[in-house]
């Protein structure tokens, strides 16, 4: 099954012109190619009010089966993409942010430093990734076959089979 997806970037640099989001456009070329339809996407400063009113855009109006986000999740004071993250998902998702915590720390010890988190909004899964290319990518190669199966899971009628294949 084909799901539509959002990416949302969340940079002060980025929203004025000052840096180059290459975050974003990454993530969309990564879910193109596993098929995801890439319907919406936007640039905001690291600003809580305008980054909950774009998820719940997405969510509630558009109706997108996957959210990603990619910046403001570091300890920068004003890296803030969390908390309004929290703000307006419904039920949390904390495994998928502790695989790619996981996976990170195999490749720098910096990993256990994001605060990304993730949720589910109605009929949405919301997905924080850190903000630079290297990371966001590494981050959701790390968790994008379960998250496929999470969204089968959450768009299907009824329970869903969670037994994996056998080998």
Known sequence: MSYSAAVITVSDKGYLGQRVDTSGPNLCALLEERGFLVCYTALVPDDSEQIKRELVKCADDLGVALVLTTGGTGFSPRDITPEATNAVIERATPGIPEVMRAESMKI???????????????????VNLPGSKKAAQENLLAVIEPILHGLD?????????????EK
């Open 108 to 126: 720098t010890s910096h990993g256990c430093l994001s605060r990304s988190v993730a949720g589910i909004r109605k009929r949405s899964l919301i």
């Open 153 to 165: 899971m959450l768009h299907g009628e009824g329970s869903a089979d969670c037994a994996l294949p």
